[in-house]
């Protein structure tokens, strides 16, 4: 797709890290699969790693966790 940020670049599959901040915690994630802008560098997530990065950030948040890294695992399909 066509980037709607520099309205120049075609996006890619790439990685990216992607940091969160939920209350008092941070939760940062490695290796995200995104769709990466080869011009400008913007990341979109799609709809469902967003939401999965989400809940896990109010997940360790209500842990009371302050600081959470980690590589992003693909969720296994039952």
Do not use: F, W
């Amino acid at each position: 797709m066509r980037c709607p940020i520099c309205k120049q670049g075609e996006t890619r599959p790439g990685k990216t890290t992607v940091t969160l901040h939920q209350a008092e915690t941070v939760l940062m994630v490695r290796h995200v699969p995104a769709e990466v802008c080869q011009n400008c560098g913007e990341v979109y997530l799609s709809e469902e790693v967003a939401q999965e990065l989400s809940d896990e950030a109010q997940e360790v948040s209500l842990k009371g966790v302050l600081l959470h890294v980690r590589e992003y695992v693909s969720p296994v399909s039952s």
